[in-house]
């Protein structure tokens, strides 16, 4: 573990590799699962202001369970998550037609440039999962099947986990904070490298 702020960061974002691969998940991270998206408490007023922007592009389904409860619920652990159909898909998820993967309508619409709001920062950091606690925010690496063939596409492009989440890591941190954890990083690989030569 490393320190940085107010936030404890594990080595896996150093020690593990990771880059999805859309073309093999399909996009299952938003349809897998019993739960919803873990959400700030301000990022439900976000998630409603950008519902009227998403609402063609969701599902009559998700349109529904949106109607009865909104946007987010609290699941059987006391969290806030995003609401779900059927007990697993978000509903925020549609599938593409144009290459059948599921996607987040939040994000299409930011891309689009008919919202600001990117989507829910627990989504934007996966596969990494925070955790907070009166002194400090944990920092740690989650690993989920649905995932392992992003595991496999971050080896083949030696891509470690802190690298692929640059972007998101920045939103939620800052980009002084990011820059701590780079220099962590480098220290963390050059101390593991005199380590592997003395032991040869």
């Known amino acids: 573990?490393?320190?940085?702020?107010?936030?404890?960061?594990?080595?896996?974002?150093?020690?593990?590799?990771?880059?999805?691969?859309?073309?093999?998940?399909?996009?299952?991270?938003?349809?897998e699962g019993d739960s919803g998206a873990?959400?700030?408490?301000?990022?439900?007023?976000?998630?409603?202001?950008a519902l009227p922007v998403v609402w063609n592009d969701l599902s009559d389904a998700a349109r529904r369970v949106i109607d009865e409860?909104?946007?987010?619920?609290?699941?059987?652990?006391?969290?806030?998550?995003?609401?779900?159909?059927?007990?697993?898909?978000?509903?925020?998820?549609?599938?593409?037609?144009?290459?059948?993967?599921?996607?987040?309508?939040?994000?299409k619409a930011f891309r689009e440039g008919r919202s600001t709001f990117y989507k829910p920062i627990s989504c934007h950091l996966y596969p990494v999962r925070l955790t907070k606690y009166k002194q400090f925010t944990?920092?740690?690496?989650?690993?989920?099947?649905?995932?392992s063939c992003a595991e496999k596409h971050g080896r083949a492009l030696k891509l470690p986990v802190y690298q692929f989440l640059k972007i998101p890591l920045v939103r939620r941190f800052g980009a002084a904070w990011y820059s701590e954890l780079e220099q962590a990083a480098q220290a963390y690989e050059a101390a593991f490298k005199q380590h592997a030569a003395a032991g040869k």
């Open 38 to 49: 873990p959400l700030e408490m301000d990022e439900v007023a976000e998630l409603e202001a």
């Open 138 to 147: 944990a920092v740690n690496y989650h690993r989920w099947e649905v995932c």
């Open 1 to 31: 573990m490393v320190e940085i702020g107010d936030t404890v960061v594990s080595f896996d974002l150093f020690e593990q590799q990771f880059c999805c691969d859309l073309g093999v998940c399909r996009g299952q991270c938003c349809v």
């Open 69 to 107: 409860q909104g946007v987010a619920y609290v699941d059987c652990q006391g969290d806030l998550v995003t609401s779900i159909v059927d007990g697993r898909d978000c509903v925020f998820a549609y599938t593409d037609p144009a290459d059948g993967v599921c996607k987040c309508a939040l994000e």
